[in-house]
């Protein structure tokens, strides 16, 4: 500090005299300098603290020394690159941030994952068309990342940033609107010279192979497109810049966008355009109005201020990168190029609370075939209410006819979905139209996702099925190992014994109740969604995701919710020193586990002969695979037959109560702990049970079975 600075200790001491511990401690972990303002510099945990401190410590150094006092964040590494788990991350207390989503829509476009699309760039679509403007989006983006990564402040790409990236990637950001071939075809054409130049190919050797490197892009810096660049050139000469340079650039900043250039978009006029035939610079349009070959230094700074007044580097147009990857390979790469010059001519109102979601195109099509280089493309903007006039259509056509047909009212619907035409005017250019832009909304096939995952959260549950899907929420391990699992199959998530096969994991991964967790999220996810996984709607991996962006949302089930298997307990219900259910010491109670039985089938089963048969016949239907509905084969095997079940079924029947209640829950606890061969304890009615078992193809389809007859029995901890 120099000596201006001399009056620190003066300040400090004033502020220690507040009595406040924590405040001379956080002084003292901090680094005090001086270059005209007081500025004190900490690690991230000492300046979060200090913020609170913030008015009282610029008061005191107000009133000591009528200096002015900063705060700032001491960084020891650039920004991005501490990851959030490392030990220094941990020391210096720094935040990791796992997003979550309120609800399903929200959950699949993920609004909080955005591309920006330069406000400005879209103004040169008239000359380049949409691949190449496309093209130049992701690079932007791509610009951008590069920028983080090294800890960079700036907003956008300044002139000379270079980036690599793989051609490969670079077509899977915009969604493989386009193919590699169209890609070559746009830069061998020169339009992705008016955005960045490429350097020359880099090749290295990798297993005695020659191998070429992903390219290497320079970015040129602010460039007006030539409609543009012709309009500045044209105000500078109105202005007197010939004479007087200096007054017409300062002029031409104060003065509003829409006096200079042509709103909404500039395009292509043969019999204007003719001094500029590519994008060039502010600073080289002043050269041509000036007829000079170099600027002075005050020129070329003005000429700064003026690139920065009309492009707007800092404007752009947020959209979610769910658009690029789902919408945008449907709507092609013209329509999607439309609809994006159409968003960005409607805006959000703040300041009033109003959305303007519509806007006139002066001209109409003329103006949007201009716009977007193509005679046939805005035919396909719907209308909102389409005339009836005309040729009557006809309901008789060829197959060739039949096609196009279906073709065309494809587009058009899907159009409609993102720009329609609410009405038209007549205006000096012709038939004007206004355009609704509509917001980003689900593709048709993750509308059909969004459904099935409302049905999956809020559907009716099991007990078990509860308490996975609440462990799901509250375990990452858990959810961590259901995405591990599509490794060995995409379309069928697999169980937990075929991950231990594999060795994916090991059977110390996971606890006991865990194992069983795993298991019942694994058949209840297949099963709920195998048919649209099968359908190459979704994927298996795309629902984990969504459902770990929606695990802290108020659609997981909460712990108040109760099993829908017991009735009333209140009489049915009596307690043992393990497990209750519905039985009274040894005897079951057949009233409580007939209740939802027809009243007159439930009169003839309560009859002493049918009671035991209907028993045997019940434990026979919960632990056999191939029956769906135990009870109702129980019903109709006792009434329709005259025996029972007959071996296993009949003995573990015979058993009281409590004793049968006991072996059935023992053995789904086994079960859940991961044990997967035979029970080695003599337990009288292992053996039978074992053996009705035995049609359960694995440790989950076992669980899910004793599960079953718990349920049918009203068996749960006492």
Known sequence: ?????????????????????????????????????????????????????????????????????????SQTVPMGTLPPDSDEAVDEGLMSFDLSSADVTEAILAPESIAAIPSYTLRFVPYVGSSAV????????????????????????RQGDAVTIDVDRLLQMLGRVFSRATFFRVFKSGAMDWFVRRADPVHRFVNGKVIRQANTYTYRGLLLTPGDAQDLFEWLVKSGATEEPAEALKLSIETPRDQILTFPYRVPDPLRDKRFDSAVSVHEVLQSVMGASRLTPALAGLCD??????????????????????????????????????????????????????????????????WIGSETLPARIPHQNPSSRGRPRKEQVSVESQYTRDWRAANRKLASQYLCRVATRAGNNGTDWQLRVEEVRLTASDEILKGALYSFLLGEHSVQALEAIRAFSAEPLLRQLLLNALRLDPVQISHYETLVKHDICHSETLAADQICHFDTLADSLNCHFETLVRADICQFDTIIKILIRLKDSALFPNMANQ?????????????????VGYFTGAEWDFGVILERINPKLRERLLTPSHQSRFLSWLIYGCLTDSIHSPLSFAVSRTLESAGDAGGPAVRLAALPAAQLAGLLWDERLRVQAGYIGRNVFAQTGAEDLEALLLSAPDSASRSRLLQRALDALGIRAA
């Open 134 to 157: 496309l093209i130049a989006s992701a690079l932007r983006q791509a610009f951008y990342r590069r920028s983080r990564e090294h800890g960079a402040d700036q907003l956008y790409p």
């Open 1 to 73: 500090m120099n000596s201006d600075g001399n009056s620190w200790p003066d300040i400090e001491a004033a502020l220690i005299a507040t009595q406040d511990p924590d405040l001379a401690r956080l002084l003292d972990s901090s680094d005090v300098t001086y270059n005209g303002a007081y500025q004190l510099s900490a690690p991230p945990r000492v300046y979060a603290s200090l913020c609170r401190y913030y008015p009282m410590i610029e008061t005191v150094v107000q009133d000591l020394t009528g200096k002015q006092f900063q705060l700032s964040l």
């Open 305 to 370: 201020r003026l690139s920065v007044h009309l492009i707007r580097p800092e404007s752009f147009l947020a959209v979610p990168w769910y658009w690029f990857h789902r919408v945008l390979p449907d709507l092609g790469a013209d329509l999607g190029v439309l609809y994006l010059m159409s968003k960005n001519c409607c805006y959000i109102d703040w300041a009033r609370g109003k959305d303007r979601s519509t806007f006139w195109v002066s001209g109409g099509m003329t103006t949007l075939q201009k």
């Open 563 to 579: 099993p829908d298997t017991i009735a009333d307990q209140s009489t049915a219900v009596i307690e043992t020193n393990e497990v």
